[in-house]
């Protein structure tokens, strides 16, 4: 088990930013590929973009690209969600994850999850 922690969510206003956090204490951090995913009521928790392992490739959803930008720093075990131009439709609970399986992004069903953080953006 990887336990982890998200910080940065909030109230933003449309068009704003904010910056996401995930720590951990565990020293594997290094060897996980991540990933953030967000969910809303009543919906199933999508992938929002996934990082290898190094920060060699990075992978995001239609909706987020060009706006949002994930990164990390294997010096301190965090992964960052950088999320610019926020939208209304990007309101959610925002989590890290972590991937069971190594060589793969981190999936819904396989994952090691962080406790989340709200995002809310208002119109």
């Known amino acids: 088990q990887v336990q982890m922690v998200e910080s940065g969510g909030g109230l933003v206003q449309a068009g704003g930013s904010l910056r996401l956090s995930c720590t951990t204490s565990d020293l594997r951090f290094r060897a996980y590929a991540m990933a953030w995913f967000r969910q809303t009521p009543g919906k199933e928790r999508e992938g929002v973009s996934c990082?290898?392992?190094?920060?060699?490739?990075?992978y995001y959803h239609d909706s987020v690209k060009e706006r949002f930008a994930i990164s990390r720093d294997d010096t301190t075990n965090t992964l960052y969600l950088q999320m610019t131009s926020l939208k209304p439709e990007d309101t959610a609970m925002y989590y890290c994850?972590?991937?069971?399986?190594?060589?793969?992004?981190?999936?819904?069903?396989?994952?090691?999850w962080g406790q989340g953080t709200q995002v809310t953006v208002s119109s």
């Open positions: 994850a972590a991937a069971v399986t190594t060589g793969t992004c981190p999936s819904r069903e396989n994952s090691y």
């Open positions: 990082i290898s392992t190094g920060g060699r490739s990075t």
